[in-house]
């Protein structure tokens, strides 16, 4: 059960009680209710703090390699079993990933249990925050369900999963560029599923173009906006800066937001600005069209509408995806 940081504020999972609570990370999001990062880590800590402390024998699974960890570790009731995973050793009870390769096909590691234990670990699904997600599912299931779900089961599990919807999800896959759609909408997730995209690229070892295409949603918190300029710029190859769901804002206003966070002009070569979004997705698209290029477009990722002012529209992305990779083919501008 995802428990967020809103439903712990104003007391929605009251009642409930938790014999497990995880910890992922602590990262820029949701700062237009919470105002403060300090409100943010409050309202996550309760989960440990005073949740946790009603189960008479109370786990704890904390991400190490969070810089807030220890703040997490240190509310913990006094009598619950503490568990951390990363992807270094920091204690006697940590669950490690190490010799982590990414592929188009997906992302593979060496898990080491705090036994000592070791095993590859095959997943369907990209990126480093995955390898994170997945070893605080197996420290999860060893730690808690070892009664009935061995290692080698859980492995299993995981590795037959596929995808989720919108969420680092190949609508394309090297034909002969690949594609992907992605609901990041933070600065930290933005940048999460960049690196994502650069480590495929660098172990594909075909010197294809980073190519993203983002905006920012409307009436969320601004000043995060040009974070996501100066990310998107720093880390990708090329940058197309469109909109997402603007809601009441001008669209304009969002995308300017997000170019002061970027020390240079839009100039047709690394950069662009096209507000319509699925124009946008036209002009990545076009621009890759004969590289092994990875075009990665977030912040809808399964959506299926788009919110403007005073109205909606239908906006299903992978359909815009095929459509235009259909009439490519059909032009024949493809170097297959």
Same mark, same amino acid.
């Given at each position: ?5 809103? #439903? ?36 996550k800590l309760l ?15 904390i991400n190490h ?30 669950? @490690? ?8 096909? #997906? ?8 036994? #000592? ?18 070893l605080a599912c ?21 590795? !037959? ?17 690949? @594609? @992907? @759609? ?21 172990? !594909? ?23 996501? #300029? ?107």
């Amino acid at each position: 059960m995802e428990v967020s940081s809103h #439903g712990l504020t104003v007391d929605r999972v009251y009642g409930c009680d938790f014999s497990v609570a995880i910890f992922t990370n602590l990262t820029q999001d949701h700062l237009g209710f919470h105002k403060t990062m300090d409100n943010y880590l409050k309202a996550k800590l309760l989960l440990f703090s005073e949740y946790l402390s009603k189960s008479l024998s109370p786990k704890a699974i904390i991400n190490h390699d969070d810089p807030s960890y220890e703040q997490f570790i240190n509310v913990c009731p006094s009598n619950a079993q503490v568990y951390t995973y990363g992807l270094s050793k920091k204690n006697l009870n940590s669950f @490690v990933a190490s010799d982590i390769q990414h592929s188009l096909n #997906g992302t593979s590691y060496t898990i080491t249990l705090p036994s #000592g234990e070791t095993r590859r670990v095959h997943l369907n699904i990209h990126g480093e925050f995955n390898v994170y997600n997945s070893l605080a599912c197996i420290a999860t299931c060893l730690t808690t369900y070892s009664h009935i779900l061995t290692l080698d089961e859980t492995i299993k599990s995981l590795e !037959s999963f596929q995808c989720v919807k919108g969420r680092f999800e190949f609508i394309i896959r090297h034909q002969p560029f690949s @594609v @992907v @759609v992605d609901f990041a909408h933070t600065p930290d997730a933005l940048k999460q599923v960049i690196n994502s995209g650069r480590q495929i690229l660098l172990e !594909s070892a075909e010197n294809g173009r980073l190519i993203v295409v983002f905006g920012s949603i409307g009436g969320e918190y601004r000043p995060s906006r040009p974070l996501f #300029g100066r990310i998107a710029h720093e880390n990708a190859d090329i940058v197309i800066i469109t909109s997402e769901n603007p809601c009441q804002e001008n669209p304009q206003t969002i995308i300017d937001d997000i170019l002061s966070g970027i020390q240079q002009k839009p100039d047709n070569d690394c950069l662009y600005v096209e507000a319509d979004r699925k124009k946008a997705i036209h002009l990545a698209m076009d621009l890759a069209r004969n590289k092994n290029d990875l075009i990665i477009i977030t912040g809808k990722g399964h959506e299926m509408i788009q919110t403007f002012a005073n109205y909606t529209i239908p906006f299903n992305e992978k359909e815009i995806i095929e459509d235009k990779y259909e009439k490519m083919m059909q032009e024949n501008v493809l170097s297959m």
